[in-house]
């Protein structure tokens, strides 16, 4: 017999079916016993009576099992609604441990998984499995089809950079550096320098590319180690850019809500609002904020994480928008490769997307005169020497450019409304941790 899959049983209702994967929550009652049963496309509910019900009692979470039964239509008053396979369940015919697992460590047998983040984590490789924790990484998996989709509807050319790179891509002191056999290098903050230099290459150019931040605290919504979702653009201008980044975000969005829908139901995910981004400059959003808040941050050179939670407010009920793009940030806060407004050079062609409260995109039109780069670099006190590879891409003919990068765990977190970037993350990195908590390392070689 061919093996089948748990989702496509409603179709197979009075067929014998084979069924392959681990058992999740068990459940007896002497002479009758039910165990839920996951494969890779969802999990349905195993009923065995009499002898094989005592077989199902001894299952443990997580042996993994190969079953043949009866595909039964369930009666009216036993339909589970929140489950795809809610309507049918499988009689149990023969039952084969094929790996049996060592006793669990916590219990991952409930609907829900109760655990702190940190044993969440400690725990990665096992608590990854259970179904609240997996569709986190189905939804952020939707998001990044939706991405490729949206890239290369656009003639983007998807490329692999490096992420070991001879100087910093974003500035700042964020930055992790590598003894490199006994050189300096440094982890790429970004795919930035590297997506650039392919403008010339290819005109419109996508990467989904890892990005490393030395971030100096421990924050609900920054990673060490995160995934960056980047377009760049060639012959474009601010306007175009403007219009491609809320073309993709939209896309992206539409896609999860397309191939996901049952997740964001059953989480209770309200419905996405995806009218049309409203554009506001950073200072008019600051004066908004100023207007229904009382707060005045109007001097200030970016917004609080309170400014942006009430900003998209303010778009949702203006605007019927989850989504709301600033433009105009100082120049002197963004990074050096950023176009000044030639208008009024202290504030730049700079943009951010805030998606329910929280920054989920940047990007800018670029600096793509090579003198104007050059000097640039200078004037921010950086060495143009460390650039040079960059440099030789504007040197010989580089067009008007610009893109944006969305960050992958960031965007997955407000989706899902969780409460910590961490979650969204498979083996998330930070100050405290790389897989293992560095305090338990230290504990183990004492
Ligand atoms: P930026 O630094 O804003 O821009 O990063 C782009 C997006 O990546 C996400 N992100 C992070 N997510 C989790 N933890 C972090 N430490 C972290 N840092 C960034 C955010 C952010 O919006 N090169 C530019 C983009 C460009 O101009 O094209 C850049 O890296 O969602």
New binding site residues.
């Given amino acids: 017999m061919n093996r089948s899959l748990s989702l496509d049983l409603t179709k197979k209702i009075g067929e014998e079916v084979l069924l392959k994967g681990w058992v999740e929550r068990v459940r007896s009652h002497g002479k009758i016993a039910f165990f839920d049963l996951r494969d890779m496309s969802e999990t349905v509910q195993i009923a065995a009576f009499d002898d094989l019900a005592l077989k199902v009692a001894g299952l443990g979470v997580q042996d993994v099992v190969e079953v043949e039964g009866l595909v039964k239509a369930r009666e009216e008053r036993y339909i589970n609604k929140e489950v795809p396979t809610g309507s049918i369940e499988v009689e149990l015919k023969s039952l084969k441990v094929i790996v049996k697992s060592q006793e669990m460590p916590f219990d991952m047998g409930g609907k829900d998984l109760d655990l702190q983040l940190p044993t969440l984590l400690d725990y990665r490789a096992l608590t990854l499995r259970h179904s609240k924790v997996r569709e986190i990484f189905l939804i952020q998996s939707a998001l990044l089809s939706g991405f490729r989709k949206a890239a290369e509807s656009l003639s983007c050319v998807e490329l692999s950079v490096p992420t070991i790179a001879a100087s910093a ?2 500035g700042g002191a ?1 930055v992790f550096d590598i003894n490199y056999y006994g050189h300096r290098a440094y982890l790429t ?4 320098l590297y ?1 650039q230099m392919m403008i010339p290459v290819f005109e419109r150019v996508f990467t989904i590319s890892h ?1 490393y ?1 030395a ?1 100096p605290s421990v924050t609900t ?4 180690e ?1 995934t ?1 979702m ?3 653009f060639g012959f474009v201008d601010f306007q175009m850019l403007l219009d491609l980044l809320e073309e993709v975000v939209i896309k992206m969005l539409k896609e999860v809500e397309a191939t996901c829908g049952d997740i964001l139901k059953a989480r209770g995910v309200e419905k996405l609002l995806l009218g049309k981004t409203p554009r506001l400059t950073l200072r008019e959003s600051q004066k908004i904020i100023y207007k229904e808040t009382g707060r005045d941050n109007r001097k200030e050179k970016d917004l609080t994480p309170q400014d942006e939670i009430d900003i998209c407010e303010w778009a949702k009920k203006n605007h019927n928008s989850d989504l709301v793009t600033i433009t105009h940030f100082p120049t002197a806060k963004r ?1 050096f ?2 176009m000044p407004d030639p208008n009024d050079p202290e504030y730049s062609l ?1 943009y ?2 805030l998606f329910r409260g ?7 039109q ?1 600096i793509s005169d090579y003198n104007e780069l050059v000097q640039t670099i200078k004037n921010r006190g950086m060495n143009p020497k460390n650039f040079e590879l960059y440099l030789q891409a504007f040197k010989y003919g580089m067009p008007p450019e ?10 997955t977190m407000h989706i899902l409304n969780l409460a910590n ?1 961490r979650e969204a993350s498979l083996f998330p990195r930070d100050m405290e941790r790389v897989d293992e908590r560095f305090s338990q390392i230290e504990e183990k070689e004492v």
């Fill in positions: 891509t974003e964020e903050q970004s795919p930035q997506k990005a931040r971030e919504r920054h990673l060490s995160s960056q980047d377009c760049e990074a490769y950023t700079s951010d997307v929280v920054e989920i995109s940047s990007g800018s670029r610009g893109g944006f990068s969305f960050g992958l765990e960031r965007m970037v």
